[in-house]
């Protein structure tokens, strides 16, 4: 890999001699200045593969959320089901888990705030000073989550030099709205004051074929205050408040199987598509009438301290408080009948202390030491409401009404044909009779009597709870061994002590479902004892009084209840581990550096928690050992031509110990340990200004991402393509008194997977799912998406006007697929944005 990155550079070197001078002088590749070492650098003396965006150049690009960002950056996806949803993946690894007690693989940060629970992560970016990807096992820089990668949002701060600010208004089709502005005022030559905000509308793109409010919206507003203090060249310090609202419509889990219908009629509304409209709602009775979609809330509060001992040490503190409230309503089945509809109900609170020494007298030596606590309490409550005489009807696989109607197999039936007893009462008879394997054979009376017993508002609900106490130690140090040569290494030691809870019940009485599926199960193993309980228990349930028998197991569908409250139980565990790198770096030149690195990434042992096998047993409890990966990275990194042509390249091999992957067990989600893996790629971006006015820009990612053990063995990580690309141009002119930008785009990436099983039949059959799903389609092929924006920004004044269109091609494209209802045999579909066009309008002043 070394021989391949001195190639690399070797090349763009010679080409530089024998073609620079075509280029004009005057055009220069802007630097930026970074702190991901935890002190300031050009990003081009980072050992480490880092891609880095300026306020400018995030204004140029049009980025607007995390989604925009790992568009032009080798190595980095982002998955957006919604805000409450998110997926951050570098180089082949997914951070997405929702529970309370996950961990977070790549970490996001907040000025240096870890922010990397799912359901606080995804937040509003604007009014921002930069951002940076670190990419490889960042640790000792970033922090104990940062197993893979790190994503640090740098916010623009108050500032007592002067006053300025900005307004900006867009909009555009899909009612498509804008409103964003910052203003800083400086109240003294030590204190100043900004205050920012941004507020972001636009209708759903899937449409909503029952009518309401069309899928895949976005509602969200946010605002900042910040506060900076500054009354000695020794002392500064910054206080920000964050707070963000988001209420967009629901996800469009679209089923791929069965047509959007009317519920009442069965008229079918639309084609089956991810892009036509979705026929999805929630039943009137559900959680007192909640509709679709997300209500989030996330707030924070920052405190950044900076205070200058002498001139060789100074002390930084970090000291945050955080707190997420989501509540997401869904329809994981896909289609208008209300068989299956949940909810994602989830509380997180945080807060967090870090305390650094660093040191930098000048000379060869520089580094630092420091501390950090970090405690967070989480909750998380999903209750499942099910439709028995639906689900059993999609068991048996007749959820079109079976012959009798004529009806497609794609159309579901009339809402009313699952209230006759004599059809759900045949197919309780013949699921009783396959899952018994023949030893249960009821007669038509039995099964109309189970039949009439059937909840059509059945619910479940289950709690996770986990409370969470960190305490880290951690250094870094760099030597330059001569002028050219320069080591660093770092080690960080992470204590976790950990409470989990887990609590499952049934709301309001036993699944009389579930009570045939476990009864059918007793008698399919074949013993004398086991055909006389099940007998017993299908006694039970053809009882008109069947929810008041106290003999009868409180039998659950998709887990088992511990007891009739569901209240929590808990388990404790504490972890420790070291994490570290050692990184080498060789300056060619002031202009080109070569480095190579090994480093020690962890992810935390994960306590994970279950319902249980049978009614009223304690919950399980599983110690997931901690995932580590051993990183092997070389790169280089160059500035030529006059600084006109910016090159980084890396290219890198990790091997996975105990990796912690997602595994489908009927309806829910279970964190279990997959065992081996390993990852090796190449990233490469550049960006060349070839004559003023006009610069280039390219970026390429390969990440050859698979399992090497267990049942997985083989299969590729999920959301990971193996080749992804970018290119892009910012051509500028003097026109119409005035400079108009023309910034064509273009990004394109491979095919995924949206799930570690890669949608293989074989994982996706009975326990593991209550449907078998046989299919595998739950992909996304290679596609490109093609962007333009166009501004012009007046000349005499800081007026800038703007047109852009995103998607020009009207590219059709899934952001994912399976989801909950793949459990149900019923997968579901999440499209991709469309076509979309808008203009604007930025007003800077000073």
Same mark, same amino acid.
């Given at each position: 890999?070394?021989?391949?990155?001195?190639?690399?550079?070797?090349?763009?070197?010679?080409?530089?001699?024998?073609?620079?001078?075509?280029?004009?002088?005057?055009?220069?590749?802007?630097?930026?200045?970074?702190?991901?070492?935890?002190?300031?650098?050009?990003?081009?003396?980072?050992?480490?593969?880092?891609?880095?965006?300026?306020?400018?150049?995030?204004?140029?690009?049009?980025?607007?959320?995390?989604?925009?960002?790992?568009?032009?950056?080798?190595?980095?996806?982002?998955?957006?089901?919604?805000?409450?949803?998110?997926?951050?993946?570098?180089?082949?690894?997914?951070?997405?888990?929702?529970?309370?007690?996950?961990?977070?693989?790549?970490?996001?940060?907040?000025?240096?705030?870890?922010?990397?629970?799912?359901?606080?992560?995804?937040?509003?970016?604007?009014?921002?000073?930069?951002?940076?990807?670190?990419?490889?096992?960042?640790?000792?820089?970033?922090?104990?989550?940062?197993?893979?990668?790190?994503?640090?949002?740098?916010?623009?701060?108050?500032?007592?030099?002067?006053?300025?600010?900005?307004?900006?208004?867009?909009?555009?089709?899909?009612?498509?709205?804008?409103?964003?502005?910052?203003?800083?005022?400086?109240?003294?030559?030590?204190?100043?004051?900004?205050?920012?905000?941004?507020?972001?509308?636009?209708?759903?793109?899937?449409?909503?074929?029952?009518?309401?409010?069309?899928?895949?919206?976005?509602?969200?507003?946010?605002?900042?205050?910040?506060?900076?203090?500054?009354?000695?060249?020794?002392?500064?310090?910054?206080?920000?408040?964050?707070?963000?609202?988001?209420?967009?419509?629901?996800?469009?889990?679209?089923?791929?199987?069965?047509?959007?219908?009317?519920?009442?009629?069965?008229?079918?509304?639309?084609?089956?598509?991810?892009?036509? !409209?979705? *026929? $999805?709602? =929630?039943?009137?009775? @559900?959680? +007192?009438?909640?509709?679709? %979609?997300?209500?989030?809330?996330?707030? &924070?509060?920052?405190?950044?301290?900076?205070?200058?001992?002498?001139?060789?040490?100074?002390?930084?503190?970090?000291?945050?408080?955080?707190?997420?409230?989501?509540?997401?309503?869904?329809?994981?089945?896909?289609?208008?009948?209300?068989?299956?509809?949940?909810?994602?109900?989830?509380?997180?609170?945080?807060?967090?202390?870090?305390?650094?020494?660093?040191?930098?007298?000048?000379?060869?030596?520089?580094?630092?030491?420091?501390?950090?606590?970090?405690?967070?309490?989480?909750?998380?409550?999903?209750?499942?409401?099910?439709?028995?005489?639906?689900?059993?009807?999609?068991?048996?696989?007749?959820?079109?009404?079976?012959?009798?109607?004529?009806?497609?197999?794609?159309?579901?039936? !009339?809402? *009313? $044909?699952? =209230?006759?007893?004599? @059809?759900? +009462?045949?197919?309780?008879? %013949?699921?009783?009779?396959?899952?018994? &394997?023949?030893?249960?054979?009821?007669?038509?009376?039995?099964?109309?009597?189970?039949?009439?017993?059937?909840?059509?508002?059945?619910?479940?609900?289950?709690?996770?709870?986990?409370?969470?106490?960190?305490?880290?130690?951690?250094?870094?140090?760099?030597?330059?061994?001569?002028?050219?040569?320069?080591?660093?290494?770092?080690?960080?030691?992470?204590?976790?002590?950990?409470?989990?809870?887990?609590?499952?019940?049934t709301v309001g009485g036993r699944s009389v479902l579930g009570g045939v599926i476990g009864a059918s199960g007793l008698a399919a193993g074949g013993s004398p004892q086991g055909l006389a309980q099940a007998n017993a228990i299908m006694a039970g349930l053809q009882s008109p009084m069947v929810q008041a028998i106290p003999t009868l197991p409180m039998f659950g569908l998709t887990f088992q209840p511990t007891s009739a409250l569901g209240t929590p139980t808990e388990r404790e565990a504490d972890n420790s581990g070291f994490t570290w790198r050692l990184v080498g770096r060789y300056k060619l030149s002031d202009d080109a550096n070569l480095y190579a690195s090994y480093a020690r990434g962890r992810l935390p042992e994960v306590l994970a928690a279950s319902a249980p096998a049978n009614p009223y047993d304690p919950a399980r409890f599983a110690e997931i050992e901690a995932e580590t990966v051993d990183s092997y990275e070389v790169g280089a990194k160059a500035a030529l031509w006059d600084r006109r042509l910016r090159l980084d390249t890396a290219a890198y091999?990790?091997?996975?110990?105990?990796?912690?992957?997602?595994?489908?067990?009927?309806?829910?989600?279970?964190?279990?340990?997959?065992?081996?893996?390993?990852?090796?790629?190449?990233?490469?971006?550049?960006?060349?200004?070839?004559?003023?006015?006009?610069?280039?820009?390219?970026?390429?990612?390969?990440?050859?991402?698979?399992?090497?053990?267990?049942?997985?063995?083989?299969?590729?990580?999920?959301?990971?393509?193996?080749?992804?690309?970018?290119?892009?141009?910012?051509?500028?002119?003097?026109?119409?008194?005035?400079?108009?930008?023309?910034?064509?785009?273009?990004?394109?990436?491979?095919?995924?997977?949206?799930?570690?099983?890669?949608?293989?039949?074989?994982?996706?059959?009975?326990?593991?799912?209550?449907?078998?799903?046989?299919?595998?389609?739950?992909?996304?092929?290679?596609?490109?998406?093609?962007?333009?924006?166009?501004?012009?920004?007046?000349?005499?004044?800081?007026?800038?006007?703007?047109?852009?269109?995103?998607?020009?091609?009207?590219?059709?494209?899934?952001?994912?697929?399976?989801?909950?209802?793949?459990?149900?045999?019923?997968?579901?579909?999440?499209?991709?944005?469309?076509?979309?066009?808008?203009?604007?309008?930025?007003?800077?002043?000073?």
């Amino acid at each position: 890999m070394l021989r391949l990155t001195t190639r690399l550079l070797a090349a763009a070197s010679a080409f530089a001699l024998t073609g620079g001078a075509a280029l004009a002088q005057d055009a220069t590749v802007q630097e930026i200045v970074v702190t991901a070492q935890k002190r300031e650098q050009a990003a081009l003396d980072v050992p480490m593969s880092l891609t880095a965006y300026s306020a400018e150049r995030l204004e140029e690009l049009g980025v607007q959320d995390f989604a925009d960002v790992a568009l032009f950056t080798p190595g980095f996806e982002v998955q957006e089901q919604s805000p409450n949803n998110p997926g951050f993946v570098v180089r082949g690894i997914t951070s997405d888990e929702t529970s309370a007690y996950s961990e977070a693989r790549v970490s996001v940060f907040q000025d240096g705030v870890s922010i990397s629970k799912a359901q606080g992560s995804y937040v509003e970016l604007f009014d921002l000073e930069r951002i940076e990807v670190a990419k490889g096992p960042q640790s000792t820089l970033f922090g104990r989550g940062a197993l893979i990668g790190g994503v640090n949002i740098i916010q623009r701060k108050a500032d007592p030099s002067g006053f300025d600010g900005y307004l900006r208004a867009e909009g555009g089709d899909y009612s498509y709205a804008l409103a964003e502005g910052a203003v800083n005022i400086p109240l003294s030559e030590a204190f100043a004051l900004r205050f920012s905000g941004r507020m972001r509308q636009r209708d759903g793109y899937v449409g909503n074929a029952l009518g309401g409010d069309d899928f895949q919206s976005v509602d969200s507003w946010a605002g900042r205050i910040s506060a900076h203090f500054e009354p000695n060249e020794r002392l500064s310090s910054d206080f920000i408040v964050n707070y963000q609202r988001d209420e967009p419509a629901g996800t469009a889990f679209k089923s791929g199987g069965y047509s959007p219908t009317d519920p009442a009629t069965g008229k079918v509304l639309a084609g089956r598509g991810a892009s036509e !409209p979705a *026929a $999805l709602r =929630a039943p009137n009775n @559900f959680e +007192g009438g909640r509709e679709l %979609g997300l209500e989030r809330t996330v707030w &924070g509060v920052t405190a950044l301290v900076d205070y200058e001992i002498n001139d060789a040490l100074s002390l930084s503190s970090i000291s945050a408080v955080r707190r997420f409230d989501s509540e997401e309503t869904f329809d994981p089945d896909g289609i208008s009948l209300n068989l299956l509809t949940g909810l994602n109900d989830a509380v997180g609170e945080q807060w967090s202390q870090e305390l650094r020494l660093n040191y930098d007298a000048g000379g060869r030596v520089r580094g630092f030491v420091g501390a950090g606590y970090f405690h967070a309490e989480d909750r998380q409550r999903l209750p499942l409401q099910f439709d028995e005489r639906m689900a059993i009807a999609q068991l048996a696989g007749v959820l079109n009404g079976g012959p009798a109607l004529g009806l497609p197999a794609t159309t579901p039936a !009339p809402e *009313a $044909l699952f =209230a006759d007893p004599r @059809f759900i +009462g045949q197919l309780v008879q %013949g699921v009783a009779a396959q899952a018994s &394997g023949g030893r249960l054979l009821l007669t038509p009376a039995q099964g109309q009597a189970i039949a009439a017993n059937l909840r059509a508002n059945h619910v479940e609900e289950a709690v996770n709870t986990s409370e969470l106490d960190s305490f880290d130690l951690f250094g870094d140090v760099s030597f330059d061994v001569t002028d050219r040569f320069e080591v660093s290494a770092g080690l960080r030691y992470t204590r976790d002590d950990k409470t989990t809870g887990f609590g499952s019940r049934t709301v309001g009485g036993r699944s009389v479902l579930g009570g045939v599926i476990g009864a059918s199960g007793l008698a399919a193993g074949g013993s004398p004892q086991g055909l006389a309980q099940a007998n017993a228990i299908m006694a039970g349930l053809q009882s008109p009084m069947v929810q008041a028998i106290p003999t009868l197991p409180m039998f659950g569908l998709t887990f088992q209840p511990t007891s009739a409250l569901g209240t929590p139980t808990e388990r404790e565990a504490d972890n420790s581990g070291f994490t570290w790198r050692l990184v080498g770096r060789y300056k060619l030149s002031d202009d080109a550096n070569l480095y190579a690195s090994y480093a020690r990434g962890r992810l935390p042992e994960v306590l994970a928690a279950s319902a249980p096998a049978n009614p009223y047993d304690p919950a399980r409890f599983a110690e997931i050992e901690a995932e580590t990966v051993d990183s092997y990275e070389v790169g280089a990194k160059a500035a030529l031509w006059d600084r006109r042509l910016r090159l980084d390249t890396a290219a890198y091999f990790y091997d996975y110990d105990n990796f912690q992957t997602v595994e489908q067990q009927g309806t829910l989600f279970v964190v279990t340990n997959a065992g081996k893996a390993e990852a090796y790629g190449v990233e490469a971006q550049a960006e060349l200004a070839v004559v003023s006015g006009l610069d280039l820009f390219a970026t390429y990612a390969y990440s050859h991402a698979r399992f090497k053990d267990g049942a997985y063995d083989g299969n590729r990580f999920r959301l990971s393509p193996d080749h992804s690309l970018s290119l892009g141009a910012d051509w500028r002119f003097a026109a119409l008194g005035g400079e108009v930008s023309v910034r064509p785009t273009y990004t394109w990436q491979s095919k995924v997977f949206f799930s570690d099983d890669n949608d293989r039949a074989m994982f996706q059959q009975p326990p593991r799912a209550l449907v078998a799903d046989n299919i595998q389609d739950e992909l996304q092929d290679a596609y490109g998406l093609a962007n333009l924006r166009v501004s012009w920004t007046a000349a005499s004044r800081p007026l800038t006007l703007e047109a852009f269109v995103n998607n020009i091609t009207d590219e059709e494209y899934l952001i994912d697929a399976g989801n909950t209802g793949d459990s149900l045999g019923m997968p579901t579909f999440v499209a991709g944005p469309p076509r979309m066009w808008g203009v604007g309008l930025t007003w800077k002043f000073r």
